[in-house]
């Protein structure tokens, strides 16, 4: 993987990121594939929208089908039918999502599935042993994502245990390096723990370099704080990142979030809003956010938006796809989920463009407006 940085607008980053399935031009968006699959979708609809790279889930493909059957079976990349690169995050996340199922360790997080209530242990070795039979191509380390808010002593343990980790999770890559793909090793990004407190989340960035990793991704935000603090931590964080490196701010999918993070120099985005707003009938638009199931859409001939390019913008009414999510059917869910995505990806990629161009100043400037207004 090289990555380098083609043009920027003070501290907002085009780059790119180059792997040996294809290309990431950054900003990216990548949308979420949990279980193997995005929500309503199939591969060649994902590359129909401009998705480079997906996200799948290291937990959920553990429990489900097993990590060892999916190597068996080709690897991921096989499995589900997509050729491109895709990112698998280590399982920290959901392991913290189950708070009442779980109970962590000095050596990793003892839990509870949440699909049969069988016991399972995860610790950093096991979370890269997964991630590299599931042959992903960017491996997550394994961290513990502290919660909202966090009594400051909790944090710095939560934060020691994420840098121990760490450190045994780029042993276990430099250990058990493999030939996947032609010799293409697996990249591995570490994650900056800290919760909401500046002087942790310098000590975490910094251990974490000085082990040494392929990028660096914040986590532990859009958690349940405020949103002044997010972009407090956001703020002070990306100054303090590599710059020749990959940064990527983990969970947050807010198109005034992403906006905020692109202008301070995060490159890599992943959320689920885009997919879970589209299945509940929630669009994103050039004029907003609207939902679809609203009486004004009856009779409303025009497309979802005259300024999207998609499938479902070229092809549907308003007022049909009003009629299909009404009526529950599953075609609602996958032009929805289309336009959603397209959208999305297409944010990022005008994102791209604005700053090639000088003009992401006026194009942030110009979407809060938009944005201000609800969407």
Not at 165 to 190: T, V
Request: glycine share 12%; net charge neutral; hydrophobic share 35%.
């Amino acid at each position: 993987m090289n990555f380098k940085i083609e043009h920027s607008e003070g501290a907002a980053r085009a780059g790119l990121l180059e792997t040996g399935r294809g290309p990431i031009h950054t900003p990216a968006f990548m949308p979420v594939g949990t279980v193997g699959t995005v929500k309503a979708m199939s591969p060649e609809e994902l590359k129909e929208v401009g998705s480079e790279i997906i996200l799948s889930n290291t937990y959920h493909l553990y429990l489900r089908p097993g990590h060892e059957i999916i190597r068996n079976l080709g690897g991921l990349h096989k499995f589900m039918h997509w050729d491109g690169p895709i990112l698998t995050d280590s399982g920290g996340f959901q392991v913290f999502s189950l708070s009442s199922l779980r109970k962590i360790h000095e050596a990793g997080v003892e839990f509870r599935s949440h699909l049969d209530g069988s016991r399972h242990f995860i610790g950093p070795e096991k979370a890269m042993e997964i991630q590299t039979l599931l042959g992903s191509d960017i491996a997550m380390a394994f961290d513990e994502c502290t919660p909202y808010p966090a009594e400051y002593g909790y944090a710095v343990k939560s934060l020691e245990l994420t840098t121990k980790w760490a450190g045994q999770c780029r042993a276990f890559q430099f250990n058990n390096l493999d030939d996947r793909g032609g010799g293409n090793r697996q990249q591995l990004f570490g994650i900056v723990q800290g919760s909401m407190y500046k002087d942790l989340r310098k000590r975490g960035l910094e251990e974490l370099m000085g082990i040494g990793f392929d990028g660096y991704a914040v986590g532990g935000l859009s958690v349940g704080e405020p949103k002044e603090e997010m972009y407090e931590i956001i703020g002070f964080i990306a100054p303090l990142m590599p710059q020749d490196r990959p940064r990527y701010l983990m969970g947050v999918g807010d198109l005034r979030d992403m906006l905020t993070a692109v202008d301070n120099g995060f490159d890599m985005f992943d959320c689920v809003m885009p997919t879970r707003n589209a299945r509940n009938g929630t669009l994103f638009t050039s004029e907003g956010r609207i939902s679809i199931k609203r009486t004004e859409y009856r009779t409303d001939p025009g497309p979802l938006d005259p300024a999207c390019g998609c499938y479902t913008c070229r092809n549907y009414s308003r007022a049909y796809l009003r009629h299909i999510f009404l009526a529950r059917e599953i075609l609602s869910m996958r032009l929805n989920t289309i336009h959603n995505l397209y959208f999305y990806i297409h944010f990022m990629q005008d994102m791209r463009k604005a700053i090639n161009d000088g003009s992401f100043r006026q194009y942030k400037k110009y979407w809060e407006g938009i944005l201000g207004q609800g969407a």
